[in-house]
């Protein structure tokens, strides 16, 4: 039997109280896992032209599917007055009237991970209502990245030419975790150093037997077939998954991802909860008393 | 991080029409913002029907229409009617702009909250949608 | 409280500042200039290059500047009967507002254009259109001046295919088109489609008018808008010589003669209340300009390096708040104008702040431009301000000032790419912001709005009520016009358009006149224009 869908205010206000929940309801909200989605995560420095590279995509990816496709854009907080400006979703006007298409843009708070709290929350409402699919596109480079990689079944990194040596800077960070690396603005002086650049990283990691060799795909919005280029490099990743990975296994490592962060949100509350004087214990008490605390306050 | 009066309001700054002028709406966004707000801003040339679905996926708690090309009243007219085709009838709705004086009873009796001026000082914006949203 | 002790209680501001060592772009003005303070001034000559003193040897007294009065809106047969109104009164220069959808490229029967139909100006969405406004009208013995910009070059060749009709040579047609799309981008809005194909769009109409309608001017670059959304004085100029220059390259680049095109290009700013901070920004353009071109073009007719402009007093200096007040302002800042060398000025309306202007304040703005030509005695002498120690200081140090600023749009990459980037656009948006607050915050003195405020009921007059039948005439007017012209031939032009538009070697504007001849709309040949070149994507960095 078809679930009936929501319409799309309920969602709406779903997706809020998903984005917002404290820790316990979000332990105890009852999110179904869904089998057949596919979530993919774009991710790159400012000013790559990731939010209009994203909205072709996502136009591209309409016209070939049936279903409904969801957006979720992630912006940075102003760390002076907690407020943010939520600007991505413009760029991407091309899809953005589409009754099909809904876009929810996210700030990124307080989170440890520089990550929207409750991410994972927020993705199962949306397959929970239907939604086959989801883009999720984050700011910048660096912890925000991790998490979105154990969220995301694909991850596409954008990067774009002629800005420094981005390489070297991304070493050891999600620059080795990208499953797609959408060269943009291809059109740009400094795009064979940075594919140079990029094998050479890309070429330095023991290749593990069945694993994904990354692709790089250069493009530009002004060229539609690159577009196309990038969407069939994203669905022949999502067909290796297919094959090589089991639903349970990626569940299994979302809880964790999931649960970890949770529990690393529980901490910081606690912390936030402390007197200034527990504060100056010596480390091993403090950690004592966070741990009892968190043990303490278990939610019902 | 200090809790600015609309810590933790989402509200949509929006541009409908042909009106070309942005700048009061970018001064509007930044103030809110600075107030601790998470800001959409449309940019320009936006319809009535895009403006309400923006507003009704981000679930906004309030809405702020800036127009200054003499249009208000079939702009705003529109934008409400749009906001109940998708359930959204009751999401608080904010006016600024050119709005001559004999124009503003029509729009508070449509259900605009709050009528601004570029004369009125952004402290005052930002209290009176902070009243407006209590 | 009586009223005389309340009227003393707002008098008594004793918190207010006292007159500030800076001007209002935050040049810092001595106490008392000396002759030292500035470099002793050998060129300093009206009418010979670089012009700081003025760009004509007798001043006003050879010519007054032209006094422009703003025309309404409605319907193209309103406008018709206002036009013929005021010729019969003696006027001679015809100012054309266009509604948006014009502006914008929409046809009256586009679902984003229905609500603005006729609002702020016009609707001329095609050539019939036109043939109504100017019905009864001699093109040839008018000028007029259209406010135009996106679809300027369709506008214009709109008008000369409107002469055609008439008859009237082209050769003979006089008039201004703002046609100025650089800073719609940043303070304007009624761009429509990217940076570069825009610039050219621009270059071919000033190319092409050069040649066909010699005495028709296809350019006044403003940097009124960009002052009015919150630029300084200095940056308000400095962003109008960077547009101006980039059109100058442009224009280069598409095989003009910059001794010819030059002297066909005009400038337009705003005037606001930091008097001598007016002045000199006008006198300081004036020395600039002539001197980037013969420095940079190696220009050398003297026609070709004149800084010919015009002004607006008013704009975001006025209030609604006590508007009368608004009466002294503009009063204020056309004697800056003057003593500036505007070559046109035009006096905003006091109420213009909150409504349409009446009658009465119409009137009231021209009388004030009338009154200081005629009884002020200002105008007698050619730059009176001159040799003031102040005036050659404040010149100097605003030149410089200008300069900072076009050093830092060209270490940007130029206007072009500063605008592409969305730099000058979140630039402006900060500097209003900043203005805001100043006023919010009281370092800014606005008398009625953070100052001397008063209880007053805000005085209104009327608003205008556009009659809703005429956005639905004006709608189905457009759709009959498309039913009865020759659809093919509609087709074959655009077609032709289109393909010219995809060699860059040719000029537009020949094709533009045919498309107009065959009652194609303004929306078509957008459309067909956007084909190829996209709309403009606005980069929102707020």
Redesign the interface.
Known sequence: MVKPRL????L??R??LAANARVCDSLTAAYVDSDDSYRIGITGPPGAGKS?LIGRLASTRLLRSDGDLALVVIDP???????????D???M?AV??DPRV????L?SR?NLDGLAENLSDVLLVFESDGFKEIIVETVGVGQVEYAVRNLVDTMVLVLMPGVGDQVQAMKGGILEKADIYAIHKADLPGTTQLIAALNSVLKQKAPVAGSWAPMIVPTSVDNDESVDQLNAAIEKHRMWTKSSRTMSMVRARRRAYHVGSLVARRVSEVLDELSPEALTLPPAALYEMVILRLRANLPK | MKAGPLRGKRILVAKPGLDGHDIGAKVIAIALRDAGAEVIYTGLRKTPESIAKIAIEEDVDAVGLSILSGSHRELVRDTIRCLADLHGHNVPLFVGGTIPVEDRPELLSLGVRRIFTSEMKLSDVVDSIVAALR | MSQRSELNAVTDDKDLPPPSEFTASGISLPLVAIATDHAPRGEGEPGRAPYTRGIFADGYRGRLWTMRQYAGFGTAEESNQRYKFLLAQGQTGLSVALDLPTQCGYDPTDSLARPEIGKVGVSLSNLSEMETLFEGIDLGGISTSFTINGTAAIIYAMYVACADKQGVPRRKLTGTIQNDILKEYVARGTWIFPVRPSMRLIADTILYSNDETPRFNPISIAGAHVRDAGATAVEEMAYTLANGLAYVDELISRGGNIEKFAKRLSFFFYVHMDFFEEVCKFRAGRRLWARLLQERYKVTDDKALHFRFGVVCGGSSLTAAQPYNNVVRVAVETMAAVLGGAQSIFTAAFDEASQIPTEFSAQLALRTQQIIAYESGISKSVDPLGGSHLVEFLTDKTEGEILKVLTEIDEHGGVVKAIEDGWLQSRIAERAYERKMSVDERRTIVIGVNAFTGKEEVQSGESFRLDPEIAKRVSSRCEVVKEKRDNDAVARALARLSDAASRDNANLLPYLVDCCHTYATVGEMVAELKKLWGGFKEPIRV
């Open positions: 319409n799309r205010r309920e709406s206000a997706l809020s209009t907080t102003s760390a002076v007055s907690g407020g943010a400006v939520l600007g979703r413009i760029r006007e953005a009237g809904f876009i929810r843009s700030a307080s």
